[in-house]
């Protein structure tokens, strides 16, 4: 490959573009500890923002996956969330779809070039985002209201759970009993989306919710054991085609280090509703701002007659926006820790006076 032509795969990194990678690293962490996603659905975007072509966008995000997932699920571990055997089962399944995931990707970037990658990457965000950020925002709003401590066992997953088809497993930390192949498709679905748009967590968490029955805690932090094996499967294969950028990965993994055990302190303070209710809120948000980067991408591909002017106002306020959803995201988790913690202190105040 051409030198020149390879070189516009990496952006310059002036002091702001570092600072802001940071603080998406540092907030990415915090929302992967807390929701157990990778936090790809706030880093991609946000880097791509800054102008990074899609590809590399993903993988550099899945090279800086796996050592931050390792962290949050050695944090959590500790604190007795983590079903490691269901982490591994369904991981199996997602190291398929990861190599497929890729393979699509490319195939697309030979077909359609850069800005069809984009395009894809988009389209795919805001689809999803809108798809499984509105079912789940509705169902952690729907689980508030009704004053649940405890979130019940979803229809469909209690459903799945009766169904004996050989062979059946039992998650004892999770515990859930559910036929090996219910697991597969969620497995398969997490490690194609993580490989192709380096999102995973979105689905594999309600996936593990929905689907298998998982609780919110449990499967928000065995996913973390699902993004480490996609991460570093990932990033062999994408490194392999050129598309990782070290000093991106450097950057938001040093932010995300910091965040991500910060947001696994915060499971424990706070009600599964919580996580949801999260999760939910920066998912919509995030599609939104996708949905306005999308013009420029059909611009450049012809098939949209567009001012372009009109497509740098959009580029701004989806990047606004997306600076909007960082924020919301930090201040809900932040605010719920220290909510959490100020009643608990409450509690022992009010215990100790009652034994003085």
């Given amino acids: 490959m051409d030198v020149a032509l390879d070189s516009l795969k990496f ?13 998406v690293g540092f907030i990415g962490g915090l929302v992967s500890g807390f929701i157990g996603s990778g936090g790809a659905f706030v880093l991609t975007p946000g880097m791509m923002s800054l102008g990074v072509p899609g590809t590399v966008a993903v993988a550099s995000n ?7 997932a390792l962290v949050g699920a050695l944090k959590r571990f500790r604190y007795g969330q983590v ?8 991981a199996a399944s997602a ?6 995931g890729i393979k699509l990707q490319n195939m697309i970037l030979d077909a359609w070039g850069q800005a069809g990658s984009n395009l894809y990457v988009s389209v795919s965000f805001v689809a999803v985002l809108i798809t499984v950020g509105g079912y789940v925002f509705y169902d952690a709003v729907k689980s508030s209201r009704s004053g649940a401590v405890k979130d019940k066992t979803p229809a469909l997953a209690l459903k799945l759970q009766k169904i004996n088809l050989w062979p ?4 004892k930390t999770a515990n859930v009993r559910i036929s090996l192949w219910f697991t597969v498709p969620v497995g398969f679905a997490t490690g194609m989306l993580a490989a192709t748009i380096a999102v995973g967590g979105f689905i594999g968490v309600p996936g593990m919710i929905y689907v298998m029955g998982v609780g919110g805690l449990v499967a928000s932090a065995s996913e973390l054991v699902i993004a480490f094996a996609m ?7 994408w490194a392999m085609h050129g598309m990782v950028d070290i000093r991106l990965t450097l950057i938001i993994l040093g932010g995300s280090l910091l965040g991500v055990q910060l947001g696994a302190i915060g499971t424990t303070l706070v009600r599964e509703v919580m996580i949801k209710i999260v999760m939910g809120s920066i998912m919509l948000i995030v599609a939104v701002s996708r949905a306005l980067a999308m013009p420029k991408y059909l611009a450049q591909l012809g098939l949209m007659d567009i001012d372009p002017s009109y497509v740098s106002i959009m580029d701004k306020t989806s ?10 995201g930090a201040v809900i988790i932040l605010g719920a820790m220290f909510k959490a913690r100020r009643a608990m202190a409450r509690q022992a105040a009010q215990e100790a006076y009652s034994q003085a």
């Fill in 319 to 328: 990047f606004i926006i997306m600076c909007a959803a960082l924020l919301l």
């Fill in 95 to 100: 190291g398929v779809g990861v190599q497929v």
């Fill in 168 to 171: 059946m497993i039992y998650f």
């Fill in 231 to 237: 991460g570093l499967a990932g990033t062999v294969n």
């Fill in 11 to 23: 952006i310059d990194l002036t002091t702001a573009n570092v600072i802001f990678l940071f603080i």
């Fill in 83 to 90: 079903d490691i055997k269901l982490g591994l089962v369904t």
């Fill in 62 to 68: 899945m090279c800086h996956k796996f050592p931050k």
